[in-house]
C-alpha cells in the first residue's frame, strides 16, 4: 500500500484547510486509513481514522470538535477537513493504514503503512 498525503500549508489562526490522502496498491478493502501529526518536539499523536466498514470514525479529543475525516471509498482517499486551526495543530501530518476491525485505533501500532507526511503550519 502506498500512501500520498497533500494540502498541507501555511495558514492563519482560525482558518480551514483541507488535507487529503490518497491511497494505492493492493486492495484496501480490508485497512482503514488514518491521520496522525507530529508536532515540532513532540511525539507523532493520533488525529483521526475512518472505518470503511460501517462507516465508523475515531477522533482524537483534541480535534474532535473542529477536524472532519471523510473518505471516499471508490477513490481510495480519505480526507481530514481541519477548521478554527490554531498554533498548536501545527505539524506534520501523516496518512497510515491499518488492517480493519481494529480495537486500537489509536496506537501507532495498528497501522502497517505510512505515508510521507505533509506540513500544515499555522501562523498566529
Known amino acids: 500500500v502506498q500512501l500520498q498525503a497533500s494540502g498541507g500549508g501555511l495558514v492563519q489562526t482560525g482558518a480551514s484547510l483541507r488535507l487529503s490522502c490518497a491511497a494505492s496498491?493492493?486492495?484496501?478493502?480490508?485497512?482503514?486509513l488514518a491521520w496522525f501529526r507530529q508536532a515540532p518536539g513532540k511525539k507523532r499523536e493520533f488525529v483521526a481514522r475512518?472505518?470503511?466498514?460501517?462507516?465508523?470514525?475515531y477522533y482524537s479529543d483534541v480535534v474532535k470538535d473542529r477536524f472532519t475525516i471523510s473518505g471516499d471509498h471508490a477513490k481510495n482517499t480519505v480526507h481530514l477537513q481541519m477548521s478554527r486551526l490554531n498554533a498548536e495543530d501545527t505539524a506534520v501530518y501523516y496518512c497510515?493504514?491499518?488492517?480493519?476491525?481494529?480495537?486500537?485505533?489509536?496506537?501507532?501500532?495498528?497501522?502497517?503503512?505510512w505515508g510521507h507526511g505533509t506540513l500544515v503550519t499555522v501562523s498566529s
Open positions: 497510515a493504514a491499518g488492517r480493519s476491525g481494529s480495537t486500537s485505533p489509536s496506537m501507532e501500532f495498528e497501522y502497517e503503512f
Open positions: 496498491g493492493r486492495t484496501l478493502n480490508t485497512y482503514d
Open positions: 475512518n472505518s470503511w466498514s460501517g462507516g465508523t470514525v
